[in-house]
């Protein structure tokens, strides 16, 4: 994807805009919809974590700018793979960077991008497809206007799961009125420094409610912990994700494991910290040899 080309409207017809929760929910399950199609029939493949990461990573790098939103989906329609490809790798990348404690949640939607041998033609034609028919059917639109009250990911793992495997995962996620009227019920919303236990989290579902209670109160989620378990990892990826759309702030845990047995907060801290670690090693060497580089150039120099 070249970035010295102009701003540019992309081509197509105008996208629909939601303006209401309702409004957004259907046009979530359009795009889910526009997208398992997409995918079925270009790749004949089940890895769902594929269309999943490549529609997480255009809702990541959603622009705020209308200009910006345009620019980018006419890059991402006119590149070519490597551009694709590029994109794909450099969104990870950056979400690595920037919440390292996130990382092994996000582990499945990065690694397809980074495997060697490199994703084959074939993949990447059906990866594309998935990118046109997000963009076509509003992604930008959809989370410009609603990002904090829609979840993107419950509607399309479930339309991209077959119906055996939703069954057998007991994946059907609260509808975002019920869990908005849900996260109202007591009559209180969680107050800076409390904390927040959803034990199966699914996609969120249940913390974007209680995100939506706490700002209509006048709080910010970003005072609050959050604590989110499930045995589902793809969709605790789509969970991670929507931690970054819904701007829930960096007091997160996010825990892969089964909540009845008793091991699952003490590994997740365990992997936590251990990652952290790793992103301060890796920051550190990467100065250090930022420093070398320079004192390298310093050195040849001509005075
Ligand atoms: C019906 S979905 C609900 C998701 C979310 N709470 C919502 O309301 O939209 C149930 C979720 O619970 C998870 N789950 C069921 N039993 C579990 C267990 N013992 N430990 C962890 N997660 C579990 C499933 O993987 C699934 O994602």
Do not use: C, K
């Not at 109202?184 to 800076?192: D, E, I, K, M």
Request: net charge neutral.
């Amino acid at each position: 994807m070249s970035a010295s080309s102009q701003p540019v409207r992309a081509p197509g017809p105008a996208r629909p805009r939601p303006t209401t929760p309702t409004g957004a929910l259907a046009q979530a399950h359009r795009i889910a919809e526009a997208v398992d199609q997409a995918w079925h029939t270009a790749a004949a493949s089940d890895r769902t974590e594929i269309p999943l990461s490549v529609v997480a990573a255009l809702a990541l790098r959603t622009p705020d700018n209308a200009d910006e939103r345009a620019w980018v989906a006419a890059q991402l329609t006119n590149t070519d793979d490597n551009g694709l490809l590029g994109f794909l790798r450099a969104t990870w990348q950056l979400f690595a960077r920037v919440r390292p404690d996130l990382f092994p949640r996000i582990a499945l939607l990065a690694a397809p991008w980074f495997t060697e041998p490199a994703p084959d033609r074939d993949l990447l034609r059906a990866v594309r497809r998935v990118v046109h028919a997000a963009l076509r059917a509003g992604l930008h639109e959809l989370l410009d206007a609603a990002r904090y009250d829609v979840d993107l990911f419950g509607p399309l793992l479930m339309v991209l799961r077959t119906r055996g495997a939703r069954a057998a995962r007991g994946q059907y996620y609260t509808p975002p009125d019920l869990a908005d009227l849900l996260a109202r019920l007591g009559g209180t919303v969680p107050q800076a420094g409390e904390l927040v236990v959803e034990p199966t989290a699914g996609t969120g579902g249940l913390l974007r409610a209680a995100a939506r209670a706490i700002r209509d109160a006048g709080g910010d989620p970003r005072t609050i912990r959050w604590v989110a378990v499930d045995r589902d990892e793809l969709a605790l990826a789509a969970l991670a994700t929507n931690v970054i759309i819904w701007d829930l702030g960096s007091q997160v845990l996010i825990a892969h494991g089964d909540v009845l047995a008793d091991d699952w907060q003490a590994r997740s801290l365990g992997e936590r910290a251990e990652v952290l670690a790793l992103a301060r090693d890796v920051h550190q060497t990467s100065r250090a040899l930022a420093l070398l580089r320079h004192l390298d150039r310093g050195d040849s120099d001509p005075l």
